[in-house]
């Protein structure tokens, strides 16, 4: 049986469609994907993201436990508030997850990981910090929300506990503050600016209704990943997975190499691999044909010969063409073929993100 979140009851007053979402009933819309997709590009909007899995960790060796988890360094971490991204890899070096962590002291971390891998990576935390002591906190009588857009700061300021105002206004971005179990970061997955808001359920439905009362409307998943998409997020069990490591996901930014005695899961094969230079790598896409869409799963030619395939695909409401994330062979492209209907169709290579802050990071003129 699906699982509901503490505002289930919101989303069905809204008329939203109901979907199951790795076990979780979740909102695909409210009505409209496209009026959705530019509500957070243009003003803002708020999802519904209690799904996740938000996991505090907690002791002397909490820092040392995960900078031999992660595949980023949290010795960057140097004040409390500060968050990183990073992969969670195994020891084939192959990606588990992918999270964000925040400091909040010297011994207390707080991880935001997806919906999808909550049993696994929980099992596989608790499996690793057994040598390090750490006490792990698996929260489940937390709410998030996610409020995203160009006015979302200015417009969900009002609503956030006044002892926590201030210190929200003020936030650097991939920094967070707390009161109490108010925890407010400002952090995203849709190219915009805005906060993430972890808070107790039982004020969850009150601050929801806030927020709709300050002109913030509700969000789905299909604009979720519409606008991820533009932005270049990658999307776990999609674009990454337990077959593929950081350097095949384009993600070799997350890789802390240095310093070169740090020991960190997945480290070895990720260096033979990272040497040998011979894996795929992950591009991003433009269909120069209006008439097609990019979906998953379709192939990708490179001079004729089937070399690649389709990750992620949608049509940007953005931009006005369809765009894509796709797995590659390592030579650099100007253009590839994609198989579609039966088709050949021709796409631009370009490098994500395709949109931030509602405008264009990439030339959209046909190659």
């Known amino acids: 049986m699906s699982k509901k979140t503490p505002l289930y009851a919101k989303h069905l007053q809204a008329n939203a469609k109901m979907v199951d979402f790795h076990g979780w009933l979740m909102p695909l819309h409210y009505g409209s994907q496209l009026t959705e997709h530019h509500q957070v ?18 002791g002397q060796r909490a820092r040392e436990f995960l900078r031999y988890l992660l595949a980023n360094d949290v010795a960057k971490l140097k004040e409390a508030g ?11 070096g192959k990606v588990l997850d992918d999270l964000i962590v925040y ?3 010297e011994t207390q971390f707080r991880m935001v990981c997806n919906a999808a891998t909550r049993d696994k990576v929980s099992n596989w935390i608790k499996k690793q910090a057994k040598n390090f002591g750490v006490r792990i906190q698996d929260s489940l009588h937390y709410a998030m929300l996610a409020i995203q857009g160009p006015t979302a700061r200015d417009k969900t300021l009002p609503c956030l506990p006044p002892e926590l105002q201030s210190a ?7 920094h967070s503050c707390w009161s109490e179990q108010w925890f407010v970061a400002r952090t995203g997955y849709t190219g915009e600016d805005g906060f993430e808001v972890i808070l107790p359920v039982p004020q969850a439905q009150s601050f929801w209704d806030n927020l709709l009362l300050a002109g913030i409307k509700p969000i789905g998943l299909a604009a979720r990943d519409t606008l991820r998409l533009e932005a ?20 070799e930014w997350t890789v802390a190499w240095t310093p070169p005695n740090r020991e ?16 795929s790598i992950m591009v991003g896409l433009i269909l120069n044909d209006k008439r097609g869409v ?18 992620s695909g949608t049509f940007s409401p953005t931009l006005g063409m369809s765009i894509g994330l796709a797995r590659v062979p390592p030579e650099v492209h100007e253009q590839v073929t994609v198989a579609i209907r039966n088709k050949q169709l021709t796409a ?20």
């Open 41 to 58: 590009r243009r003003d803002a909007g708020v999802f519904d993201v209690s799904h996740m899995t938000v996991l505090d960790l907690s």
């Open 264 to 279: 960190f899961i997945g480290r070895d094969a990720l260096e033979e691999q990272r040497q040998r230079r011979e894996h």
């Open 82 to 92: 500060q968050a990183l991204y990073s992969c969670m890899l195994n020891e084939r």
């Open 294 to 311: 990019l979906r998953g799963h379709q192939t990708v030619y490179l001079e004729n010969r089937e070399e690649g395939q389709i990750t």
């Open 168 to 174: 929200a206004l003020g936030l650097k971005p991939f």
């Open 232 to 251: 270049g997020m990658r999307l776990y069990g999609t674009d990454l997975d337990e077959n593929h490591s950081p350097l095949e996901s384009g993600l």
């Open 348 to 367: 631009k290579v370009v490098k994500p993100p395709f949109v931030r802050h509602g405008k264009a990071c990439i030339d959209i003129e046909p190659a």
């Open 103 to 105: 400091q909040q002291t």
